[in-house]
């Protein structure tokens, strides 16, 4: 299965600020997402990520405030903009992996803390 | 509303008891179902899938389409399931909806 790694693993940042969070694949990969899990609470999917077009964005989010690249078949970003204490959780990137649907692989993390 | 529920946040078993974590869906279409846990300072891993109907770490998982649930089971529990459980469905434009999770804590 595909191998993700996500970086940084843990960011404190001042409010107002902007974090970009980097996710590379080991392999192409068609569609890449992104989650984000508050504390305390399940993870919610932000966006689908595919190469070559805008990306798809969840209910309650939106491409200002989460802008996200796809420059190609093994690698995304996904930006936090305008940071506030809120947005103080865990994000992580994910992919389909195996023929089919086997099932999805998760990135480590990214366990970001606003002050 | 697609939806996963989880209705325990805390399961707390002892050694070799029977673990059942419940897991129920809403869902439209043709559930496609997973399990994915998480243990201490690790990543969130598949554990297993309905379509494959298969046991791993002698956890088992049966799709109940009437009752529109997907429980995860094993016979005798150990210290090292000890871990966080989530029930995921994925719908039909690949994204997985996931249930709130539930800890397992298994005591010796």
């Known amino acids: 299965s595909a191998v993700i790694s996500q970086k940084p693993s843990r960011d404190i940042c001042q409010r107002g600020t902007s974090l970009t969070i980097q996710c590379q694949v080991d392999?192409?990969?068609?569609?890449m997402f992104w989650y984000r899990q508050q504390p305390g609470q399940s993870l919610t999917l932000i966006a689908t990520a595919n190469q070559g077009s805008e990306a798809t964005y969840e209910s309650g989010f939106v491409i200002d405030k989460f802008p996200i690249s796809r420059p190609n078949l093994t690698f995304s970003t996904l930006t936090v903009s305008n940071m506030s204490p809120e947005d103080s959780s865990i994000y992580l990137c994910s992919v389909e992996t195996g023929q089919g649907a086997w099932g999805y692989t998760f990135g480590s993390g990214t366990r970001l803390t606003v002050v | 509303a697609q939806r996963v529920t989880q209705p325990e946040k805390l399961l707390s078993v002892f050694k070799g008891a029977p673990v059942e974590l419940k897991c129920n869906y809403s869902y439209s279409g043709s559930p496609e179902l997973f399990w994915y846990v998480q243990y201490s300072r690790q990543r969130l891993q598949l554990l297993l899938r309905h379509i494959s109907r298969e046991s791993i770490k002698g956890f088992t998982a049966d799709l109940n389409k009437g009752e529109t649930s997907f429980h995860l089971k094993k016979p005798f529990a150990q210290e090292e399931d000890s871990a966080m459980y989530y029930c995921?469905?994925?719908?039909?434009?690949?994204?997985?909806?996931f249930g709130t999770g539930t800890l397992l804590a298994v005591q010796p």
């Open positions: 995921a469905l994925r719908d039909a434009t690949n994204k997985l909806i």
């Open positions: 392999s192409q990969v068609t569609m």
